[in-house]
């Protein structure tokens, strides 16, 4: 995966409806760059569905974590790309302190949670994780 499947990716996570035409003017390629790139990245098993993103309040199954993540050496734009082409990947945030990176993970179910961290964790430059699932959330 190189940075325009890495940018389709993040367009498509944040309106998977949207078309390819409009894909296309927003990456600055052709529709048919675009419409070749969604069709290699399902039949590679990067994009394993599109789904319909509910309120909140209906995703009350659903497994949600924050996963802090240390990075071997100079490494961390590597890893932030790898961790960018995985769906289940919500947000990415860079920090302070002992760890470098953290990531918010959301899942459908436990078996995928547990798939989703075996893949993180065989990323290249990543030397460890800590991963807490978040088990309610209080609205202010």
Do not use: C, Y
């Amino acid at each position: 995966m190189d940075d325009l499947d890495h940018r389709l990716l993040g367009l498509l996570r944040a309106d998977a409806r949207d078309s390819a035409a409009s894909l296309a003017k927003k990456l600055k390629v052709s529709r048919g760059t675009v419409q070749n790139r969604v069709a290699r990245l399902q039949a590679t098993g990067v994009i394993q569905a599109f789904t319909v993103r509910t309120r909140a309040e209906l995703e009350d199954n659903r497994v949600r974590a924050i996963m802090t993540i240390a990075i071997e050496g100079e490494r961390s734009r590597a890893v932030t790309q790898a961790l960018r082409g995985l769906p289940e990947v919500a947000a990415i945030h860079t920090t302070n302190g002992r760890w470098d990176l953290v990531a918010e993970l959301d899942t459908a179910t436990l078996s995928e949670f547990s798939r989703t961290l075996d893949q993180i964790r065989t990323i290249d430059g990543i030397a460890a994780t800590e991963t807490s699932l978040l088990l309610a959330t209080q609205k202010l």
